[in-house]
């Protein structure tokens, strides 16, 4: 959209845009133009929902609106008979269809009644507006440069780099961000002057006068009004409702579907759910594994999960350490940006196994951050509990964890030695923010690699997590850690999980964060969801009889962890080095080189130093640098 550039020249940049994105769409593609309006809209489509009657961009039927839309609305046929009884000509079941009439019926409100993922623009001619709106939690990804004249988005950065309005350059703050974090804060992104539309937000672009505008909005946040109203029984029962309903929705497919399976409660859970909710149709179910070890492989676990629901199981055994060469250039490429740990090297290989048979997967991401899964939570809380017994400040809040009823569940933190003695070691009792952006501050061991300049310029990401942490209403200790990780970590997991599974070609969907489980969970209180410093308690209530007792009573729960020290101290030993202690490395100007020689040789198993500077100076060489076509 351009109120300077001719739309000739601007189908072209769109063109070339789209053709950066065939892994996200190999069904089909178009285009739409608007001379008058200055407004070209393009598209790759992956066809799931109505695949003969879906393609876009589509218009309505008196071609006064057109949209471009990623993603899948769950109760589209809901929204489809209410808009039909409202009188609005649908002729497909194609949920873009639906989005495009409720637009029309109920405007930017629409989005509010949307059960989904998404991202889409909706271009209205008519007021020479372009709406657009990005998902709740964030599922679905909204890329996008403005500088004034011309706003260019996209499902991906490389499409905005594709156009030629943007050069890509790195953003020092977004850097600094991904050093801390190792994912940005704030719609940052690691390339300067592009930005992500946040989660649960909507932007409109507007032409008048001959002057483009752009206005930015939330329409979405999470409440954590609490209800005092119900017993924890009652909130079992609830949970387990919904969980349910969610499951039922996501399964709403025209094309094959099958499930990830970890062997984890979270992906069992689905996966047995919707066992259950096909009625006898046999889902195929996917599963990865390292052949390095035991502590590798889950395999054991999501071959009982696979009996039990009478799953169609696939796996594969990913032999990566010698692939990593090019498995991982190739992986920033279709990243965009490095985000995460190493768990996107498996995510990629299942989800290239999931497409050999399906179309569309169901995994279950989210479950720790919602139901309070992480030891760091645990962790956090002992040091508030301990807080709270010696200051005699533990029954001043209602809904307060006391120390007594978190001892119980302490045998848990066993092997948590390192994480405990690296909190301890400074700053105990100091303030909430502070205690918690020490464990999930990724920065130490990193920053002394770089080079002093690049934390110049004032930023501070301890200022944007306080922003999110400290926001107003969230009252409880539990409430403030998983609200920054719903705002932070979690939108990095699902940027994972959408890169690895769209450049399979695949449709990765998250019943877990259906956006009512999200609300109902901020609304339990602290001592009842995280009761005595139980980690996913309610959860585990919830689907107690829904999976087998071996996973149910599983206190091993790996996280699908990658053997990277293994492969780094290895078989990939040498391509580590030729990276990292390369000349272009040396000449790069940000790196420290003689201490990341050192940080090579001591990384301890499970450590992200070398994973965060391998994919860090990958991007640079992919993006930067602009060797971006031998890894496609």
Same mark, same amino acid.
């Given at each position: ?330 992986? /920033?490429? %279709?990243? +965009?940006?490095?985000?995460?740990? $190493?768990? *996107? ?8 196994? @999931? =497409? ?124 403030? /850690?998983? %609200?920054? +990780?719903?705002?932070?970590?979690? $939108?990095? *997991? ?8 769209? @450049? =399979? ?128």
């Amino acid at each position: 959209m351009s109120a300077s550039l001719p739309t000739a020249e601007l189908g072209q940049r769109v063109t070339r845009a789209l053709d950066s994105l065939v892994h996200r769409g190999p069904d089909g593609d178009g285009v739409y133009a608007d001379a008058a309006g200055g407004v070209v809209l393009g598209h790759r489509r992956l066809a799931i929902i109505d695949p003969e009657h879906g393609k876009q961009p589509m218009s309505t039927s008196d071609g006064t609106v057109t949209v471009v839309f990623n993603g899948a609305i769950y109760n589209y046929l809901e929204l489809r008979r209410e808009l039909i009884a409202k009188g609005h000509p649908l002729h497909s079941y194609s949920d873009t269809e639906v989005l495009l009439y409720a637009y029309r019926e109920w405007g930017e409100a629409c989005v509010e009644r949307f059960q989904g993922m998404f991202a889409f623009a909706i271009w209205d001619p008519s007021r020479r507006r372009l709406f657009c709106a990005r998902d709740r939690i964030g599922i679905k990804p909204f890329n996008y440069f403005f500088d004034g004249e011309t706003l260019a988005f996209a499902s991906e950065i490389k499409a905005i780099l594709g156009t030629g309005l943007v050069k890509a350059e790195s953003c020092q703050a977004g850097l600094q961000d991904y050093l801390t974090f190792q994912f940005c804060l704030d719609g940052k992104t690691l390339f300067k002057n592009i930005q992500k539309l946040e989660p649960g937000h909507c932007m409109v672009a507007q032409i008048n006068g001959g002057k483009l505008s752009l206005q930015v909005r939330q329409y979405w946040d999470v409440s954590y009004e609490i209800d005092d109203t119900h017993d924890e029984a009652w909130f079992v029962d609830h949970l387990a409702g919904l969980i349910e309903d969610a499951t039922r929705m996501h399964l709403r497919s025209d094309v094959p579907l099958g499930a990830h399976l970890s062997g984890g409660l979270d992906s069992s859970t689905v996966v047995c759910l919707a066992a259950d909710l096909l009625k006898g149709e046999r889902i195929k179910t996917f599963t990865g594994a390292f052949p390095e070890g035991p502590q590798f492989d889950e395999t054991a676990y999501a071959k009982a999960v696979a009996a039990f629901a009478g799953t169609d199981y696939q796996e594969i055994y990913i032999e990566g350490g010698t692939e990593l060469p090019q498995v991982l250039p190739k992986l /920033m490429y %279709y990243m +965009d940006e490095p985000l995460a740990g $190493p768990g *996107l090297i498996p995510q990629y290989y299942v989800s290239k196994l @999931a =497409a050999q048979h399906v179309k569309v997967v169901l995994g279950g991401q989210g479950g720790d951050e919602l139901f309070i899964g992480y030891a760091r939570y645990l962790v956090a809380y002992l040091e508030k509990c301990l807080s709270g017994a010696i200051y005699e400040t533990a029954h001043q809040s209602k809904h307060a964890v006391t120390l007594e009823s978190i001892v119980p569940n302490l045998p848990l933190l066993q092997t948590y030695k390192p994480m405990l003695q690296g909190l301890w070691k400074d700053g105990l009792f100091d303030t909430p923010d502070r205690r918690y952006f020490k464990l999930v501050d990724r920065s130490e061991g990193m920053s002394n690699l770089f080079s002093p300049a690049l934390f110049e310029g004032g930023y501070s990401p301890f200022e944007s997590f306080q922003r999110i942490f400290n926001r107003a209403g969230l009252g409880s200790m539990i409430n403030r /850690m998983t %609200y920054f +990780d719903l705002k932070g970590s979690l $939108p990095a *997991l699902l940027h994972v999980e959408d890169r690895t599974s769209m @450049a =399979a070609s695949i449709e990765s969907r998250v019943p877990l964060l259906d956006h009512r489980i999200v609300e109902f969970m901020a609304r339990i209180p602290p001592n009842i969801k995280f009761a005595g410093g139980r980690m996913k308690h309610l959860f585990k209530e919830a689907v107690r009889n829904t999976v087998p007792s071996e996973v149910f009573d599983r206190k091993d729960k790996m996280g699908f962890p990658t053997p990277l020290a293994q492969w780094t101290k290895g078989v990939a030993r040498e391509f580590v080095r030729d990276i990292l202690l390369s000349d272009r490395v040396r000449q790069r100007g940000i790196y420290n080189v003689a201490a990341i020689e050192r940080a090579i040789d001591s990384e301890r198993e499970f450590g992200r130093v070398v994973w965060g500077l391998l994919c860090l100076e990958l991007w640079h060489r992919v993006y930067i640098d602009g060797d971006m076509g031998p890894h496609v």
